[in-house]
C-alpha cells in the first residue's frame, strides 16, 4: 500500500529540523533509516503531513571516544555500530546487539536514534542502553537536555521525547568485556520475543530485559538477587533469573504468550550472565 500524501523536507542542520518541527508539531515525523517509520505509514498506522528527513545531517552519524565514554550519534546504524573497531573495542555490548538486529538490509539503513525514539517493545537496544546506563542527548527549541536511559522509555512505543526534539547523541560508558545480550527472535523480523543485556561490573550486575512487557525494563528483582556477588553460583543465577519479570506485565500476542515470553527471558538472562561471567 501506498503511504498518504505527506510534503517533504530535508534540513541539512540540526537547528533547521528543530524549526521545522516546531512550526508543523504534531503533524510533521522525523525521518531517520526509515525502516520503522515507513512501513507505519504504508499500513496507515502513521500519517505525519509532515516528513522531515535528517539522514544527510552528517554531524548526527559520528562515533566517536569523549572521556571515558562512547558517544554515537542518532544517525549511526546497526551496521556501523556491529563493525566500528571503536565501539567492539570499548562498548562490545552495542557492538553485540546492533549484529543480531533484523537482516543486513534492515542494519545497513536503521539507526540507533531511530530506535530509541520509536521505543518498540521488541527492539534490541532499548535492553542494552539501559544495562549500560547510557545518556540520550536531545535537542528542541528549548535547548539541549540529557535523559538518562532508566528515564527515556514511557510506556509502549512512547518516550519522553516532545514533538519538537530530536535525539542528537547517545553516550555509553566504556565497559570490561563482561557483558553479554541474548535473544530469542521472532523468526520473520529478527524483534525479540524476549532479549536480554547483562553488563557485569566492579559496581554490580545491570540487567535490562526486551520484548516481554511494553517497554524495556531493567530487572530489579533479578539485580537485587545478584547484590553483591562477583561469581554467582548456578543456583543463584537460577534464582535471580527466576525473579527477571518481577513486577512487570508481560505482553501476550500472536508470536508468543505472557508466560512463554517470561520463561523465553528466563533462560535468556541465565544464558547472558553466565556468557557475560565467562567474558570476565
Ligand atoms: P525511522 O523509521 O526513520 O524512524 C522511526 C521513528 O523514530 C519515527 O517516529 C521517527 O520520527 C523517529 N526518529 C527517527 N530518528 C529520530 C531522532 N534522531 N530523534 C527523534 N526521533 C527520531 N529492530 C530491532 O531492534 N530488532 C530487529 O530484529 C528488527 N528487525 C526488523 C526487521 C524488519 C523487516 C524491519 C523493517 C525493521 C526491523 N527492526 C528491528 C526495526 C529497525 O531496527 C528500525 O530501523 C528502527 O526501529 C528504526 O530506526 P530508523 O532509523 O529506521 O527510524
Not at 563482561?178 to 532479549?195: D, I, N, R
Amino acid at each position: 500500500m501506498y503511504s498518504a500524501n505527506f510534503d517533504y523536507h530535508r534540513p541539512a542542520t540540526i537547528d533547521e529540523a528543530i524549526a521545522l518541527l516546531s512550526k508543523h508539531g504534531d503533524d510533521a515525523k522525523l525521518l531517520a533509516g526509515g525502516h520503522s517509520l515507513i512501513p507505519a505509514m504504508k499500513l496507515r498506522l502513521a500519517r505525519p503531513r509532515v516528513v522531515v528527513d535528517i539522514a544527510r545531517i552528517a554531524s548526527l552519524g559520528d562515533i566517536r571516544e569523549v572521556g571515558g565514554r562512547i558517544a554515537i550519534g542518532a544517525l549511526a546504524t546497526h551496521h556501523a555500530l556491529e563493525s566500528s573497531a571503536l565501539v567492539k573495542a570499548k562498548c562490545p555490548l552495542l557492538a553485540e546487539t546492533a549484529a543480531v538486529i533484523g537482516d543486513v538490509q534492515v542494519r545497513n539503513k536503521g539507526t540507533i536514534g531511530g530506535s530509541l525514539a520509536h521505543a518498540d517493545p521488541a527492539a534490541d537496544y532499548p535492553a542494552a542502553i539501559l544495562a549500560l546506563d547510557a545518556e540520550i542527548e536531545v535537542v528542541g527549541p528549548k535547548g539541549r537536555r540529557t535523559v538518562h536511559a532508566g528515564d527515556f522509555f514511557v510506556d509502549l512505543m512512547q518516550t519522553v521525547l516532545g514533538v519538537d526534539e530530536l535525539i542528537t547523541e547517545i553516550r555509553v560508558p566504556a565497559t570490561a568485556r563482561a557483558v553479554a545480550y541474548m535473544k530469542t527472535e521472532q523468526k520473520a523480523s529478527g524483534f525479540a520475543l524476549a532479549g536480554v543485556a547483562v553488563v557485569a561490573g566492579a559496581d554490580g550486575i545491570r540487567i535490562g530485559v526486551t520484548g516481554v512487557a511494553p517497554k524495556a525494563y531493567r530487572a530489579a528483582a533479578a539485580e537485587q538477587a545478584l547484590a553483591g556477588q562477583t561469581s554467582p553460583s548456578v543456583e543463584t543465577i537460577a534464582l535471580a533469573a527466576a525473579r527477571v519479570a518481577d513486577g512487570v506485565e508481560p505482553l501476550s500476542d500472536i508470536h508468543a504468550s505472557a508466560s512463554f515470553r517470561v520463561q523465553l527471558a528466563q533462560v535468556n538472562m541465565r544464558r547472558a550472565l553466565e556468557k557475560a561471567l565467562t567474558r570476565a
